[in-house]
């Protein structure tokens, strides 16, 4: 199966939530990854995901994905679907949740649907994280998972039992965030870090961050129904992100995503490049939802 068929789920997972206002823009792509930065502690961590929760605003948002070009060779004729996420803080916590709605055409098979569902729990502290997926094709299921962080290690229950032991210093996808924001904010312009989402069972990756300029998203959208203008006006960055294998000396990406971040928590465009292809995802629709933490009593 062509590796686009789970869209790479984490991509979004390791993007979302906002670098509190700061972003990353990659000029040169051919950089090999440097060792590993200091990482918070835990309870500087939870001090920090309390922090960065007053800028961050609880939202849902429908985006549309379509296939922007292919390379010479590659074998995809299309691609398209829409992305539902939901994101929204507890009062311990981060849920997120993510659904996939694909169509891939190929030159030399049958066109295929795909849907995915993907959500997770990240505890503030980093002590916790839950991950659960479900990817069907034609309307079949064809992979589950789920699975949790236990002492440093990631257990998964589905599709098998296996554990995973993850580099000291890994972070969950919002604690990245946060992270990175402290690096830039300390005056760095680059950030390299390994991460574990629970998308697949292939364990962590590292990824490269780098700072971009500030743009005005605003200019993009116009007002209609069913989109947040509110939501767009909060400052924004570029992003780049290259995503490399873990323990490998391979200086060039598997791939590469441009994103613009809004210091709320939003993200209002984004592209992704691979070897053979590149895809845009346009947000159409955004609204905002209250967190879990001001529902309870």
């Given at each position: 199966m062509?590796?686009m068929?789970?869209?790479?789920?984490?991509?979004?997972?390791?993007?979302?939530?906002?670098?509190?206002?700061?972003?990353?823009f990659?000029?040169?792509?051919?950089?090999?990854?440097?060792?590993?930065?200091s990482?918070l502690n835990?309870?500087?961590?939870?001090?920090?995901?309390?922090?960065?929760?007053?800028?961050?605003?609880a939202?849902?948002?429908?985006?549309?994905?379509?296939?922007?070009?292919?390379?010479?060779?590659?074998?995809?004729?299309?691609?398209?679907?829409?992305?539902?996420?939901?994101?929204?803080?507890?009062?311990?916590?981060?849920?997120?949740?993510?659904?996939?709605n694909?169509l891939?055409?190929?030159?030399?098979?049958?066109?295929?649907?795909?849907?995915?569902?993907?959500?997770?729990?990240?505890?503030?502290?980093g002590?916790?994280?839950?991950?659960?997926?479900?990817?069907?094709?034609?309307?079949?299921?064809?992979e589950?998972?789920?699975?949790?962080?236990?002492?440093?290690?990631?257990?998964?229950?589905l599709?098998?039992?296996?554990?995973?032991?993850?580099?000291?210093?890994?972070?969950?996808?919002v604690?990245?965030?946060?992270?990175?924001a402290?690096?830039?904010?300390s005056?760095?312009?680059?950030?390299?870090?390994?991460?574990?989402?629970?998308?697949?069972?292939?364990?962590?990756?590292q990824?490269?961050?780098?700072?971009?300029?500030?743009?005005?998203?605003?200019?993009?959208?116009?007002?209609?129904?069913?989109?947040?203008?509110?939501?767009?006006?909060?400052?924004?960055?570029?992003?780049?992100?290259?995503?490399?294998?873990?323990?490998?000396?391979?200086?060039?990406?598997?791939?590469?995503?441009?994103?613009?971040?809004?210091?709320?928590?939003?993200?209002?465009?984004?592209?992704?490049?691979?070897?053979?292809?590149?895809?845009?995802?346009?947000l159409?629709?955004?609204e905002?939802?209250?967190?879990?933490?001001?529902?309870?009593?």
């Amino acid at each position: 199966m062509h590796r686009m068929t789970k869209y790479r789920i984490h991509i979004m997972l390791l993007v979302v939530a906002v670098f509190v206002g700061i972003a990353v823009f990659l000029y040169e792509t051919d950089i090999q990854p440097p060792p590993m930065q200091s990482i918070l502690n835990s309870d500087m961590r939870e001090q920090a995901a309390h922090n960065a929760n007053e800028k961050f605003v609880a939202h849902k948002a429908l985006y549309d994905i379509k296939l922007a070009s292919t390379h010479s060779g590659s074998q995809v004729v299309n691609i398209a679907g829409q992305m539902y996420y939901e994101w929204r803080p507890t009062c311990d916590a981060w849920l997120t949740d993510h659904r996939f709605n694909m169509l891939y055409e190929y030159t030399d098979a049958p066109p295929m649907h795909l849907s995915s569902n993907f959500s997770t729990y990240e505890s503030f502290d980093g002590k916790v994280f839950n991950f659960s997926s479900q990817r069907k094709s034609n309307g079949e299921v064809f992979e589950e998972i789920r699975g949790s962080i236990q002492d440093g290690v990631a257990k998964f229950r589905l599709p098998e039992v296996k554990d995973i032991e993850l580099p000291e210093g890994t972070l969950f996808p919002v604690a990245h965030t946060i992270e990175v924001a402290r690096q830039i904010l300390s005056g760095k312009r680059f950030f390299n870090a390994v991460i574990f989402d629970g998308s697949d069972m292939e364990g962590a990756v590292q990824v490269n961050s780098f700072i971009g300029d500030s743009v005005d998203p605003t200019l993009l959208f116009k007002k209609r129904d069913g989109l947040d203008i509110s939501l767009l006006e909060s400052p924004a960055k570029k992003v780049r992100l290259a995503f490399f294998p873990l323990n490998s000396d391979q200086i060039t990406a598997d791939y590469e995503m441009d994103l613009i971040f809004h210091e709320n928590g939003v993200i209002s465009d984004m592209s992704v490049e691979y070897d053979d292809f590149s895809v845009t995802q346009k947000l159409v629709a955004l609204e905002k939802i209250p967190s879990q933490c001001e529902m309870s009593p």
